[in-house]
């Protein structure tokens, strides 16, 4: 009986610090995934298109007919960028929507919620993305 008491109290200490692991390794995983510590400031399309000509006229020399020629060619290359993208999201959502299905299929139900949690967070992050 004493060797069976001194097994149990040994699984129940390897119990406890296999959870207390996990919940510090979760704790931490979180911490460090949603930081926001010396983020950049998120710059507009407009913002963005300044500073490349901006930084272009400064390295060639532009003269202000150039950079305004520069603006004009980086928007019209900004629009066929979204044109692009706008045409391609359906067919990229529907192979994303597939292969979370196909992942879902190899989950237990345990993992199931987990998985569920981080397509939430990642869709989040997507959709700050998407706004930039």
Same mark, same amino acid.
């Given at each position: +009986?004493?060797?069976?008491?001194?097994?149990?109290?040994?699984?129940?200490?390897?119990? &406890? *610090?296999?959870?207390?692991?996990?919940?510090?390794?979760? +704790?931490?995983?979180? *911490?460090?995934?949603? $930081? *926001?510590?010396?983020?950049?400031?998120? +710059?507009?399309?407009?913002? %963005?298109?300044?500073? %490349?000509?901006? $930084?272009?006229?400064?390295?060639?020399?532009?003269?202000?007919?150039? !950079? %305004? @020629?520069?603006?004009? /060619? /980086?928007?019209? &290359? @900004?629009?066929?960028?979204? #044109?692009?993208?706008?045409?391609?999201?359906?067919? /990229?959502?529907?192979?994303?929507?597939?292969? $979370?299905? @196909?992942?879902?299929? /190899?989950?237990?139900? =345990?993992?199931?919620? %987990?998985? =569920? =949690?981080?397509?939430?967070?990642?869709?989040? =992050?997507?959709?700050?993305? #998407? !706004?930039?």
């Amino acid at each position: +009986m004493n060797g069976t008491s001194a097994t149990r109290k040994a699984a129940l200490w390897v119990g &406890v *610090v296999f959870l207390l692991g996990a919940a510090l390794g979760g +704790m931490l995983g979180y *911490v460090f995934a949603h $930081r *926001v510590i010396a983020a950049p400031p998120q +710059m507009t399309e407009a913002e %963005k298109r300044a500073q %490349k000509v901006q $930084r272009l006229t400064q390295e060639l020399n532009l003269d202000p007919d150039q !950079q %305004k @020629q520069l603006d004009a /060619i /980086i928007t019209s &290359v @900004q629009a066929q960028y979204k #044109a692009i993208h706008q045409s391609t999201d359906p067919q /990229i959502n529907e192979a994303r929507l597939k292969g $979370r299905e @196909q992942i879902r299929a /190899i989950l237990t139900p =345990e993992q199931k919620p %987990k998985f =569920e =949690e981080f397509l939430k967070r990642l869709d989040e =992050e997507r959709k700050r993305n #998407a !706004q930039q």
